[in-house]
């Protein structure tokens, strides 16, 4: 119970980190390239801030996260199917 516990407590900091620091980086990223660009059509600006915008919503980042959990699952059930594969060879 106490693993289960300790998983379940590791797994949501783990991807919650890779959440928040993916999502930090697109904001810095869209910011950056605004300064770096120095663009003189609005149209262009607005674009950038509405992607910007759209890739940090709350709705898609928790579908980030749901993403980020299902590939972290499956890594994981590999290494141990892998594991155990290697172990009775």
Do not use: H, W
């Not at 898609?60 to 059930?77: G, H, P, T, V, Y």
């Not at 290494?79 to 009775?88: K, M």
């Amino acid at each position: 119970m106490i693993e289960f516990n300790f998983y379940g407590i590791f797994s949501y900091l783990f991807y919650s980190l890779i959440t928040s620091t993916y999502f930090s980086l697109i904001d810095e990223f869209f910011t950056e390239l605004l300064k770096l660009l120095q663009l003189e059509s609005q149209l262009i600006i607005y674009f950038i801030v509405a992607l910007s915008v759209f890739l940090t919503n709350p709705y898609f980042q928790s579908l980030f996260k749901k993403r980020i959990r299902e590939a972290c699952l499956i890594n994981f059930l590999t290494y141990r199917l892998n594991f155990e594969i290697s172990r009775f060879k």
